[in-house]
């Protein structure tokens, strides 16, 4: 009897052997995370469309998972090398965002501080990650716009999941199903680097942490032959370890190294492209990597032509998968989660997207970026779902720390060393509204309460309040450029305006300043008669204010327009100065590429006023680059080095960037300058400056020195120093 159930068990599992050696190959692909060396399963995929090799499933981690979630939806290998190629991949990895996208009320700020900091409780704390990831999240969104209504991810046109980490338990998680950017992002938040993601209640980062190479998984789909790529290095000798990046590289892949020796024996065929130079964060050479991605696959060739043999011919020979491209859409409902303190008419304002119209995919993704510009969003992304006549759009927001605090640096040769502290609070007394305070600590000290509320009223309208103390110093200095006159300035008081912001780039406002003014000199001509005064003053402007610069620092496009009408009316006591006068202000600067390393900047200033003579501290000082304290720059000169009571200026400029953040700019200055002080004689003349800067954009801001001349002391250069962002 035992005789015959052996004989049994050997005839039934001969019969499973023989029918798993006919039935015709499931190829599952594999696709294993490594950063940038990822791109090189591009490569692979270009040699597997070359010899009608299509897989019927695809597994993937990191890397690896957007590349197979892509090409499953009918990517094919030289769309994703287009698009990868094509990338800018700063911007997209470090979140950088247009900075016509940046709400103008926030464009004051931009490019002023250094360093970042939630506040939590009583404290600060860190940052989850370097970035958010906004950038990646929104690209993934906008290229896998076919498969939002998809939930199983098993339905897509390739069937696919990916591996993430759930950070709290250390264990793997397969996503196969869910909203399938999410699953991507969750899948790539390499720690430290992005910050992890939210998904159906699990906070997930990078799966390359525990398992970088889903072998298994892809079996467990239904493949039974698997063509696996693996771009992981493994672990490192100590003499390699020696930069910030191979010692996170090295940090994260502990745990997936076992368990990659595992996945390698469960594959068919293992290719393994030379990826060993290359580092993680090296995206700049996609080229490369893709390259040896290629040359890999084709030292398999000759497996891959016996696979081929073994597809059924209508298999080897199917027609490419296309993926659905959508560009216009009927928006049907609009809903928004996420929020709970920013006012949802605040997001509406920005989005511009009515229910019931057509748009496109583009107008959907600019809308996206104008809502993460206003800086009250970690992460803003969307989804599009099929409604009975047309689509649900929603809009899923992560809001932001209510409260940060932030720090900048800045020390130049004419106003010395300063710092910047700043604490910012959103949402902390109505919904849509911004608290900030600035101090700023150096020899020109300073201090800023402000406050600016999103009223959510047509067009764009909001309220602002300021309460501000400024001491700083001038310094007057006769034509020969020697010192004649030093006053020391305090100026107090508070601002009330009202702005009608109609976009991102334009607004329009009237505003009221009561403040105290305290002058005090140190030395000074005694025919000036100056000393120790203290007015009050009742400022209302009117102003007109347009920025489509494409950058803070050395901008190459766009342009500033500005306009201000301001009534001065004051209890000054003077027979010298006029008690009450109009200031006038015209600003414009149009900057024009000319190549993409090379633009050129025209800018025109005029001030003038309609008093008889201008108390000392409202007139128009000229000289150096900074722009406060009534302070207006003329290159090759000093700071407040020529005050006027009017002043007509043409700047010129060259800016060339022959490498990456590094910069060479040309400037040539020309003004017109009109003094009437009293016991001086009046007159008009002409002033010239030139100057030529090397500058570097640093992670704390430009670090520039400056040559510079004038043609009041021809013979005389003068150099300038500046570290940091200005404020």
């Not at 989660?337 to 496109?360: A, F, P, Q, R």
């Not at 004649?484 to 976009?503: Q, Y």
Request: with cysteine; proline share 4%.
């Amino acid at each position: 009897m035992k005789f015959k159930i052996f004989i049994i068990i050997i005839v039934i599992s001969s019969c499973l052997i023989y029918a798993q050696t006919e039935a015709p190959p499931r190829i599952g692909l594999v696709l294993s995370g490594g950063g940038a060396k990822g791109l090189a399963h591009i490569g692979v995929l270009k040699v597997l469309e070359e010899y009608g090799i299509q897989p019927e499933f695809i597994t993937g981690t990191s890397m690896g998972s957007i590349i197979g979630a892509l090409y499953s939806l009918g990517y094919s290998a030289e769309e994703l090398e287009d698009l990868l190629l094509n990338q800018n991949w700063d911007t997209l990895l470090f979140d950088i965002i247009p900075r016509n996208s940046i709400s103008l009320e926030e464009k004051e700020s931009d490019g002023r501080y250094a360093l970042t900091f939630p506040i939590q409780g009583l404290g600060v704390s860190l940052p989850k990650g370097l970035v958010a990831g906004q950038n990646v999240s929104q690209l993934i969104t906008r290229l896998t716009v076919s498969a939002h209504q998809t939930t199983d991810f098993r339905k897509l046109p390739i069937p696919f999941l990916c591996i993430a980490t759930n950070i709290e338990t250390g264990q793997p998680v397969v996503l196969d199903s869910g909203f399938l950017p999410e699953a991507i992002r969750a899948s790539m938040s390499i720690p430290s680097m992005l910050t992890p993601v939210l998904y159906e209640d699990k906070l997930l980062v990078d799966g390359g942490l525990v398992r970088n190479f889903p072998v298994s998984d892809c079996r467990k789909m239904g493949a039974n032959f698997i063509i696996g790529v693996d771009v992981g290095t493994g672990l490192q000798s100590r003499d390699d370890l020696n930069s910030l990046v191979s010692i996170m590289q090295q940090a994260i892949s502990f745990q997936s190294a076992y368990s990659t020796e595992k996945e390698h024996r469960l594959c068919n065929i293992l290719i393994m492209p030379d990826v060993e130079d290359y580092t993680i964060t090296d995206f700049q050479k996609a080229d490369s990597l893709i390259t040896l991605g290629e040359k890999a696959a084709r030292k398999v060739i000759d497996q891959l032509i016996e696979l081929k043999k073994e597809l059924p011919e209508t298999t080897s020979t199917s027609a490419k998968i296309t993926q659905k491209k959508i560009s216009r859409i009927f928006i049907k409902q609009i809903k928004i989660e996420g929020l709970h303190n920013v006012s949802k008419n605040l997001v509406m304002g920005k989005l511009k997207i009515k229910e019931n119209s057509w748009t496109d995919i583009n107008e959907i993704d600019d809308a996206i970026t104008q809502i993460y510009g206003s800086r009250y969003f970690e992460r803003v992304i969307y989804k599009l779902q099929p409604l009975t006549q047309g689509n649900l759009l929603t809009i899923m927001v992560a809001e932001k720390s209510t409260s940060i605090f932030r720090f900048g640096i800045h020390y130049d040769s004419d106003m010395k060393a300063a710092m910047l502290l700043n604490t910012t609070f959103r949402n902390f007394i109505f919904q849509g509204s911004k608290i900030t305070f600035d101090a700023r600590l150096g020899e020109n000290k300073g201090f800023r309460w402000s406050e600016f509320i999103h009223t959510g009223w047509k067009p764009g309208i909001g309220i602002g309040w300021d309460a501000y103390y400024d001491q700083f110093t001038l310094n007057l200095c006769d034509d020969q450029g020697e010192k004649i006159a030093l006053f020391n300035v305090e100026n107090t008081g508070t601002v009330m305006d009202i702005k009608t912001i109609f976009s991102n780039n334009f607004a329009l406002g009237v505003s009221a300043d009561i403040g105290n003014m305290k002058i005090t000199s140190d030395f000074s001509p005694a025919i000036w008669g100056v000393n120790d005064e203290m007015s009050k003053w009742l400022r209302v402007s009117s102003f007109f204010l347009s920025d489509s610069r494409n950058k803070a620092a050395y901008p190459s496009d766009g342009s500033r327009i500005f306009m201000e009408v301001k009534s001065y009316f004051s209890d000054v006591d003077d027979t010298i100065f006029d008690k009450d006068f109009t200031r006038f202000t015209f600003d414009t600067e149009t900057i024009i590429p000319m190549t993409n390393k090379v633009s050129m900047s025209m800018r025109g200033y005029a001030g003038f006023t309609d008093a008889s003579e201008v108390p000392y501290e409202e007139r128009f000082y000229l000289g150096g680059f900074t722009e406060k304290n009534n302070g207006i720059p003329l290159t090759g000169f000093h700071f407040g080095e020529i005050p006027a009571e009017e002043a007509y200026i043409a700047y010129f400029k060259l800016q060339y960037q022959p490498i990456h953040d590094n910069f060479i700019v040309l400037r040539y200055d020309a003004a017109r300058i009109i003094q009437n002080f009293n016991g001086v004689p009046a007159r008009n003349f002409n002033v010239q400056g030139w100057s030529a800067t090397a500058g570097f954009l640093s992670p704390i801001g430009p670090i520039e020195f400056t040559l510079m001349g004038n043609d009041q002391n021809p013979d005389k250069l003068g150099t300038f120093i500046s570290i940091g962002y200005n404020f």
